[in-house]
């Protein structure tokens, strides 16, 4: 129970800094000056090579124990990474970044469903009530570009298009948390290996990056944003229940938010603020509660060491004892 609780613990401290990572990705985007598919390839190559050649000093390579089902969960998944980034970026030409934010943000209650019905796991009250707590400050973070959206066929093609991405990204966690037997490691670099199959026919070879500045971008995207954040997110998602995993998602639009003010100077009105700070507290009471349940278990693990000592300590007292009377 002790290990379990500890690597809970690792899970949530790589999942948070991993979706802070993926908060910032937005920034580098811009700085590109890249088109959204060209961003996803440069991140497929850049991240898959990295990946490959980690995996291959490490001496992960070695796949023999694969089964034909994980490699077809990997396949499935690789294809469902990129539907994801298409369905998202197809949800903010559409419909904007405000509603395609709020609705692909509705994902972690697909996980929360996908909890008890796929890993039978038991999903409490409190993590639910978390889970809306952090929706709201999410709504309320983009509240004002959702005032004043004029409702017409684009628009409902654009949410249509956020569900349809958080549905995909919520089917992409779970099939990532059924590939347990694998690295992470390998898991990230055979999806974005399919990835870049798929986007390279589309990729603009014509608007490849012009100055310095849009190439360190890209290469900080492909190592930062991609290598070394889905190592971290892949191998949170192996050890975290859905739970825990929902709840956490929210870090991202929360450091999102905060990087686009300090590095482009947009103005964070009070409903963000609050949304803010909805979401943190959110993301703080789930860690409190986590860390009540490993003291507890800790706790109830030194009692049981505790009474096994004195059993045992009893049991060398009494045999000499008798070894006397006879």
Avoid at 139 to 158: E, K, M, R, S, T
Wanted: with cysteine; proline share 3%; charged share 10%.
């Amino acid at each position: 129970m002790k290990d379990n609780t500890q690597g809970e613990n690792v899970g949530q401290l790589q999942l948070i800094v991993g979706m802070a990572m993926s908060g910032t990705i937005g920034l580098f985007v811009v700085w590109s000056g890249q088109n959204p598919f060209n961003v996803g390839f440069w991140r497929c190559l850049i991240g898959g090579l990295c990946l490959l050649l980690f995996c291959f000093a490490k001496g992960y390579l070695k796949l023999a124990q694969v089964t034909r089902l994980q490699w077809a969960l990997l396949g499935v998944s690789g294809v469902v990474l990129v539907l994801n980034w298409a369905a998202l970026f197809a949800s903010y030409l559409h419909a904007g970044i405000g509603v395609g934010t709020v609705i692909y943000n509705t994902q972690p209650f697909f996980l929360l469903l996908a909890g008890p019905l796929m890993f039978g796991e038991r999903i409490t009250l409190r993590q639910v009530l978390l889970a809306i707590l952090a929706f709201g400050g999410v709504v309320l973070i983009v509240l004002p570009a959702l005032l004043g959206i004029q409702v017409d066929v684009l628009f409902l093609q654009g949410a249509g298009f956020a569900l349809l991405a958080a549905i995909l990204y919520s089917g992409l966690t779970i099939a990532t948390k059924k590939l347990t037997g694998i690295k992470p490691h390998v898991v990230a670099m055979c999806q974005l290996g399919i990835g870049l199959v798929f986007l390279a026919p589309i990729m603009a070879f014509e608007q490849l990056p012009n100055t310095s500045m849009q190439w360190l971008s890209v290469g900080v995207m492909g190592v930062f944003h991609t290598f070394l954040m889905y190592i971290l997110i892949y191998s949170a998602y192996q050890t975290l229940p859905m739970g825990k995993i929902a709840i956490l998602s929210y870090v991202y639009p929360v450091v999102a938010v905060i990087a686009d003010y300090f590095a482009f100077g947009h103005e964070v009105g009070g409903w963000q603020w609050l949304g803010i700070v909805m979401i943190l507290a959110a993301g703080i009471a789930n860690a409190s509660h986590s860390a009540a349940t490993v003291r507890s278990s800790q706790q109830l693990a030194d009692k049981e060491t505790a009474g096994t000592g004195d059993s045992a300590t009893g049991q060398a007292t009494v045999h000499p004892v008798r070894t006397q009377s006879r």
